[in-house]
């Protein structure tokens, strides 16, 4: 088909966005489908040697093998149109025709100079490409051997890329460089424009008296904050009244960041760049500069601040009958930790109890809510994870010094129940007004993965019922109490988690998976995330029954929150990887001088190579299968195990071992681990049979993996 260039930017766009998803291609006006033009849309996946494979969209078809000189200047995870040709191997051969998508917007690496006063950056990826081209330096001073991050530009020729420095992180012996080139590599920002530091500091904290005149003062409210301990960003606060035929109301107060930061502002732009703020175990990227995210905003005790509450009355079978929102302004009468918290409701601090005598009460109401809460959710199919968290402590310097397993208390499922129901009532409410909005979605879980999941639960003795097609989040929350407190829980939970899509935000309201609800959105964090700003700003719109004037003014508002939400869910994933690597940093940084010691564990994995180890402080490594001693192990997919060809011994997720630090990689953050003692637990094991000890020794000795 053509398009005339006068036609709707619109459609425009839409064909623009099918182009660059490989779904149609474009030549000159003319549109069509890739395999009219001898094109297959797929992802690159290089090898350690520099050649690769394009694993194609198109269903049951072959990997597609492209050759390094074919490789057109694409590199690890980019998204291409490959075009096939004929080949007298087994298999499928191709060049890469055109890059649609690019897998990394930053690649680091080491600078070095060449002659003439160029340069080129040799990446840290190795399965990357062998070097980027580099044209033009930057004006800071440069020394061979620097670290750096590049945007990638252009192909200059077989396959070398040509890129441009956007910013040079420092030498390699420098102390904080390993965190830097992980917040460089997912283009995270340190620090913020003068424009918005200007902003923000001209914003008054002074609630004027025409402010207060639009607003519900509910300063004589018992209303607290529960947080962490070492929490400054304070945006949601609680409070409970019990009515007399026994609901209880229920008020979600939210720093009402909307009224600070006004639309396509300065700090707006910046918040909106970022996408959220980012936790780090040594620091945090906030999203908002700290005069608001700490102070202006932050729900501090004992002074008044602006919020927008979502007031609930829910019913003794935990739904909710009747929400109200509405501006209001409150002081809060005490920042609570979870901590402290717990301790109450467990009552086990009578002076700590003393000294919260007044608020006491509250606490037991509010626990008896989230119970109440809870129930409901679980009773429509919700998943419930009982997952613990690795805490990383750190000195002055950012060494870590400890890391321990911190578990989710009482007072964290608390918050986390009243900030569900909160968050859900909103998106219903917004939905029932039928005006374009961000919703908060999560869809099916992968089928590969469920079958991976089906795989090793039914080889730990546990099974998921119907077809994993048609799976419903009951079916998934029934394994989870199957394999409640037994040694499987935190590995198949884990499996179970894996085999989830990703949430992310959308206008469209598909729903919420896990949560089993069709309605849900992010309402009640809006210093960190930008989402819920929005969700604030349409909220109150709503609340003023403000209508668009036409149709045209209601699809641009779509596209604009199409727009918005695809962003933050970008910014929201590198938040979640920039998290990750710099807490596995910090973990291989502290099991350096710990070589050679001796710890606890249990199976967390199996592969053909290995069995990954999980110690008591949630420190994952490796150990190869040639440290397996005193047998021949296979890797037995069937039984998700290693089996040992003699000795009959099956080693497989959950089973305590007991390992010896053998070897710690910090640049590639990979930790080896030698094994030194296996529980044995296959005797218990159902799916010990004659069956298998016969499939066992009928295994060809070309299969075997000989230990060391």
């Not at 006006?29 to 297959?40: C, Q, V």
């Not at 965190?179 to 002074?206: G, M, R, W």
């Not at 500069?289 to 002074?303: D, Q, R, T, Y």
């Amino acid at each position: 088909m053509k398009l005339d260039a006068e036609e709707g930017s619109t459609l425009e766009s839409t064909l623009t966005e099918m182009v660059r998803s490989g779904l149609i291609v474009k030549k000159s006006f003319t549109y069509g489908l890739p395999k009219t033009f001898g094109l297959f849309a797929g992802r690159l996946s290089l090898t350690s040697k520099g050649a690769g494979y394009v694993v194609l969209d198109q269903k049951n078809h072959e990997d597609v093998f492209v050759a390094l000189e074919h490789l057109n200047g694409a590199v690890d995870g980019d998204k291409v149109l490959v075009s096939i040709s004929k080949s007298s191997l087994s298999r499928p051969t191709g060049k890469i025709a055109s890059i649609l998508c690019r897998s990394k917007k930053r690649i680091i690496g080491q600078f070095q100079f060449i002659n003439n006063g160029f340069g080129y950056v040799v990446p840290d990826n190795k399965k990357l490409m062998s070097q980027i081209f580099i044209r033009t330096l930057p004006s800071t001073i440069l020394k061979n051997g620097d670290k750096v991050a590049v945007e990638l530009l252009k192909s200059t020729g077989w396959h070398t890329v040509e890129g441009q420095i956007v910013h040079v992180l420092g030498e390699a012996e420098q102390k904080d460089l390993p965190i830097l080139t992980i917040l460089a590599k997912h283009d995270l920002s340190t620090s913020f424009p003068e424009p918005v530091l200007s902003e923000s500091t001209n914003i008054s904290p002074v609630i004027t008296d025409q402010e207060r005149a639009a607003r519900r003062d509910l300063c004589h409210d018992t209303i607290i904050t529960i947080d962490g301990e070492d929490a400054k960003d304070l945006d949601d606060a609680v409070s409970v009244e019990e009515l007399p035929d026994q609901h209880i109301r229920l008020g979600v107060h939210i720093a009402d960041v909307s009224h600070y930061i006004a639309s396509n502002s300065a700090l707006d732009q910046e918040a909106y760049k970022r996408g959220c703020s980012v936790y780090l175990v040594d620091r945090v990227l906030p999203m908002l500069p700290k005069n608001l995210s700490n102070n202006i905003c932050s729900l501090n005790p004992s002074v008044e601040r602006l919020t927008l509450t979502c007031e609930m009355q829910i019913n003794t079978d935990g739904n909710v009958i009747v929400a109200n929102f509405y501006p209001s302004i409150i002081k809060t009468t005490a920042r609570m930790s979870y901590t402290d918290v717990t301790k109450l409701l467990l009552a086990q601090d009578e002076e700590l109890a003393n000294k919260y005598i007044e608020l006491l009460p509250h606490l037991k109401l509010m626990a008896k809510l989230a119970k109440r809460l809870r129930t409901q959710r679980i009773k429509r199919g919700a998943i419930d994870f009982n997952f613990s968290e690795a805490k990383i402590i750190v000195d002055k310097t950012g060494k870590p010094i400890n890391i321990f397993k911190k578990p989710r208390t009482i007072s964290e499922r608390l918050i986390e129940e009243f900030m569900l129901v909160a968050n859900e009532t909103v998106a219903s409410f917004l939905h029932k007004k039928n005006k374009p909005t961000i919703y908060r979605i999560h869809e099916r879980p992968d089928e590969e993965k469920l079958r991976l999941l089906a795989q090793v639960s039914s080889a730990c003795g546990y099974s998921i019922k119907g077809k994993l097609d048609k799976v419903k989040p009951k079916i998934l929350q029934q394994l989870l109490g199957q394999i409640k407190n037994s040694s499987k829980e935190p590995i198949i939970s884990k499996l179970i988690l894996k085999a989830m899509q990703q949430a992310r935000y959308d206008t469209k309201p598909i729903g919420h998976f896990g949560l089993a609800t069709p309605l849900y959105t992010h309402f009640t964090s809006p210093i960190r995330r930008y989402p819920d700003l929005i969700i604030h700003r349409l909220l109150r719109e709503a609340l003023q029954e403000k209508h668009t004037e036409n149709e045209v003014n209601e699809n641009t508002k779509l596209a604009t929150l199409k727009k918005a939400a695809l962003h933050a869910s970008a910014c929201e994933r590198a938040a979640v990887e920039a998290e990750r690597e710099v807490s596995n940093l910090k973990m291989t940084e502290y099991m350096v001088d710990k070589i050679e010691e001796t710890y606890s564990g249990i199976i967390s994995g199996i592969t053909s190579f290995g069995l990954f180890v999980e110690l008591e402080n949630m420190v994952e490594g490796l150990v190869h299968v040639r440290q397996l001693k005193g047998d021949y192990f296979y890797y037995d997919e069937q039984q998700y195990a290693l089996i040992g060809r003699h000795s009959r011994r099956i080693m497989q997720i959950g089973d305590k071992v007991k390992i010896k630090v053998l070897a710690i990689n910090l640049e590639e953050q990979k930790i080896d681990f030698e094994l030194l003692k296996h529980i044995d637990t296959s005797k218990k094991k159902s799916y010990k049979s004659k069956n298998i000890r016969k499939k066992i020794r009928k295994k060809k000795v070309k299969k075997l993996i000989k230990p060391k």
